[in-house]
């Protein structure tokens, strides 16, 4: 059980120890004047306002109670309160229903000074709880009250109301330790792998006419081993080449079946048999090179005479990142036409400061962010792993690369993408950690937005080191126990530009 006491800025409040009580509750030590007071059960959070309590005058409570299910308002339940003075009278009040989403208003009058014990019993279908607030002060009259000196925390508050918490996604949790792996940080690059990329030349001289290209793949496009990505019509003599690549590999591969057939027969000698093969193997060497890049194909003239042309097909299965000609353009043997990347697999390049690159020699992992997404990627759950240490630094940037191969079934990762690397270097450390979705970025510094008391948050600036699975380490700035804002803290934020009390306050206080 979390426990929490937070108090207004504008009342006195003496010194506070807080211990926990059984039943599931939650108790508090204090001496209480009219004021402030916000705790954390496992169940709810309790924000709890109330004037100076003066004996013989009624004294409105405004309990703001939320489920920390989901942080929403209680909406259905009764409270009772009772207040117990040692040795002297108990006061017992019950709010049957919240008097509006979330806020109980019991009201209780006392009749002896003193130092009362307070229990809040909440039962309903959607959260029941026991929460105990120790010494609270009733005063014999208003005299007697103590001066509300102003607290002096040292720090800027900002005011986010409960009832603007209760209507957006919102949730905070306790900062704690947690395990986290050590990590190098690096800037990387989201790179293809070499067999997953592909620049494919023209095979030949040639022109790419308009009639014979009806369906050429467009840019982004997913094109397979067999598809066709453009029909190339060449000159007269590259024809001839090809067909006298081809008829060569053809009476290779038949002299070579005759001469398997007569070496059965003992018709000629083992060496003629291997001169024969050797023969056919070169022949057939240069027509799968031919064969994997072109495909034959024939279409007529108009003076019905055969044309030869070529069916040029990817290495390669994967997208169309670029095509670099135009319909009815001549082309040359050499030139490149079209660029095809794989993006199913892909490296992540990270480059490691020189003076830090000991520290990855037992890299096993890396998580990353990329431009454009808040979520942290991770290589092992990207079915990834290391592929090298590099052995040169870069002369200009003084890194090294680390290089690992993952798998990218969603196509998030962009070839090209930039990206913030933390290499894991193996070892496991426990230390203080917020989540990510806590942290914001504030002009280049870290900040996070602590929840001080019910409706009151504090920006504090952080000194950050280990990112991992989700969570940062936090070096400075959040101490252990506190409570920071990880989901809503945007909305805070923009509360801390606002310099007025939003409209729809709602408070019935």
């Known amino acids: 059980m979390q426990r929490h006491i937070s108090l207004s800025l504008n009342i006195l409040i003496y010194a506070f120890f807080v211990g926990c009580a059984g039943q599931g509750g939650l108790e508090t030590d204090h001496a209480h004047e009219g004021s402030s007071i916000t705790l954390w059960t496992e169940n709810t959070e309790l924000f709890m306002e109330h004037p100076a309590l003066i004996v013989g005058e009624e004294a409105a409570f405004a309990v703001h109670l939320s489920d920390m299910k989901d942080f929403k308002p209680v909406i259905q339940g009764k409270l009772t309160c009772v207040f117990k003075k040692d040795g002297g009278e108990s006061v017992t009040v019950v709010a049957d229903a919240p008097s509006y989403p979330g806020i109980f208003r019991p009201v209780v009058k006392f009749k002896q000074a003193g130092v009362y014990d307070m229990q809040l019993k909440l039962q309903g279908e959607q959260v029941s709880d026991a929460i ?24 800027e508050l900002i005011t986010f109301l409960k009832e603007q918490q209760w209507k957006m996604d919102f949730r905070t949790e306790p900062v704690g330790k947690h395990k986290l792996s050590a990590s190098v940080h690096a800037v990387g690059e989201i790179l293809p792998q070499a067999q997953m990329h592909a620049e494919v030349p ?12 009806v369906s050429l793949p467009s840019i982004g496009q997913w094109v397979a081993k067999n598809d066709v990505l453009a029909v190339i019509s060449p000159p007269a003599n590259t024809e001839s080449s090809f067909n006298s690549i081809r008829s060569e590999y053809l009476i290779a591969s038949a002299e070579y079946e005759r001469a398997q057939r007569l070496f059965e027969k003992k018709a000629i000698s083992q060496k003629r048999l291997e001169e024969a093969k050797l023969r056919f193997e070169t022949k057939k060497a240069g027509y799968d090179v031919v064969s994997r890049q072109v495909d034959f194909g024939t279409s007529e003239t108009d003076n019905g005479v ?61 998580s990353f962010r990329i431009e454009g997404y808040e979520q942290e990627f991770k290589v092992s759950e990207l079915n990834g792993r290391l592929v090298s240490i590099g052995s040169i630094v870069d002369a200009s940037s003084r890194t090294v690369p680390v290089i690992f191969k993952l798998d990218n079934p969603d196509n998030i990762l962009k070839i090209g993408m930039f990206a913030e690397v933390s290499v894991k270097t193996g070892e496991t450390v426990e ?79």
């Not at 003076?355 to 037992?362: D, E, G, L």
């Not at 504090?460 to 969570?471: C, E, K, P, V």
């Not at 809503?488 to 206080?509: D, I, K, M, N």
């Open 431 to 509: 230390t203080l950690a917020i989540p990510n979705s806590a942290i914001f970025d504030d002009n280049g510094t870290p900040v996070a937005y602590v929840h001080v008391e019910g409706e009151s948050f504090a920006k504090r600036a952080l000194t950050t080191g280990i990112t991992d699975n989700g969570y940062t380490q936090i070096l400075s700035g959040i101490a252990e126990g506190e409570r920071v804002t990880t989901i809503g803290g945007y909305q805070v934020r923009l509360a801390s530009l606002s310099t007025s009390v939003p409209a729809g306050h709602g408070h019935e206080h």
């Open 306 to 366: 055969a044309a030869m042309h070529f069916h040029l097909k990817p290495p390669i299965d994967g997208i169309i990142q670029e095509i670099y000609f135009h319909l009815g353009m001549n082309v040359e043997a050499g030139e490149k036409l079209f660029t095809i990347t794989n993006p199913k697999n892909i490296l992540l390049k990270a480059h490691v400061p020189v003076a830090r690159i000991a520290q990855t020699k037992n890299a096993n992992d890396a």
């Open 132 to 155: 105990r607030v120790l010494r609270m002060r009733v005063y014999t009259d208003e005299t007697s009250v103590p001066h509300a000196v102003e607290e002096d925390t040292g720090e």
């Open 202 to 213: 023209a095979p030949v001289n040639g022109v790419i006419l308009t009639d014979q290209n």
